[in-house]
């Protein structure tokens, strides 16, 4: 049971918003199962043609990976709408060093983005303008010379970081070493400060996928996700509107533990409360036939 101060917390949307950006894990899914009411809620919004992004920190994987993944879940996905930090790092860059010449320190999915965004790789230090450093599970001394060659003896290139995770948790407790070591290590060597942070909770994240929604206003747009450090900190930076789901990591409990300002605008029980009351009463909804 909740406690009378726990019920007042739940809140949800009244309207619906210009753009839905989901974090998956927690929200959407949990492991291998869609979380309850995540289908019918996604397919009201497609239905009317709202635009939605999925986000995720992982710069390992190609967003054809996040698609595949939905789509075995049910929930078909055009490309266009997965933003990870591979997807959020090539815009970035587009935007801010088009013509820069990089040298990413990750593996194939962030390397195969740049260049078919055009840009030039190089892995000699005299011409390198930008070192990413990114969860690279092929990380290795070669790498950090050359990174260190570029930022400390030629003193030309900069860092930026793909996203600040310690390391990455796997299901059962294990987890890898993520891009925070990688950034630590050119840190340590040259003294450089990684100059930008492409995922979460930066909210360089979610300007970068709002230019891509020009027709979105980003006060008018909903962040959507289980963490509050990361995904409801970055909405809140990011002036956007924020609605944690209590299907993953946070709690009442922790919401309350925030100052007032600090709490998400939405706290749910389900993802489907994002749809409006009226709109559920219109649908014929209720928590029981969540086909
Ligand atoms: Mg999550």
């Known amino acids: 049971m909740r406690t009378m101060q726990e019920t007042d917390v739940l809140k949800s949307p009244e309207e619906f918003y210009d753009a839905y950006i989901f974090d998956m894990d927690g929200t959407i899914y949990l492991g291998e199962g869609l979380l309850p009411g995540a289908a019918r809620m996604i397919n009201e919004l497609r239905r009317r043609e709202i635009p939605v992004r999925y986000l995720s920190n992982n710069p390992t994987k190609d967003p054809e990976m996040y698609v595949k993944k939905l789509q075995k879940l049910g929930l078909p996905t055009p490309i266009e709408d997965i933003s990870n930090t591979v997807v959020t790092t090539t815009n970035w860059l587009l935007q801010h060093y088009p013509d820069a010449v990089l ?27 930008i070192v990413i450093a990114s969860y690279d599970r092929t990380f290795e001394y070669k790498k950090l010379q050359i990174a260190f060659d570029a930022i400390w ?4 290139a900069f860092m930026i970081q793909t996203n600040p995770d310690r390391f990455c948790p796997f299901p059962g407790g294990r987890g890898e070493p993520d891009c925070a070591c990688i950034v630590a290590a050119i840190e340590a060597c040259t003294r450089v400060k990684s100059q930008a942070n492409l995922g979460k909770p930066d909210p360089i994240m979610l300007e970068t996928i709002m230019q891509s929604l020009p027709s979105a206003r980003v006060e008018h747009s909903i962040m959507v996700g ?24 946070a709690t009442i409990p922790d919401v309350l533990k925030r100052t007032e300002e600090q709490r998400p605008s939405f706290v749910m029980d389900r993802v489907d409360r994002l749809i409006p009351q009226w709109a559920w009463d219109e649908l014929g909804w209720t928590v029981d036939n969540d086909a």
């Open 153 to 156: 003896y030629y003193k030309r």
């Open 103 to 129: 040298f990413p320190i990750s593996e194939e999915p962030l390397k195969r983005a740049l260049r078919n965004a055009g840009f030039v790789l190089s892995e000699d230090p005299e011409e390198i303008d």
């Open 226 to 249: 289980d963490r509050l450090q990361t995904d409801m900190q970055m909405a809140i930076d990011a002036n956007m509107v924020s609605g944690l789901v209590l299907t993953g990591e």
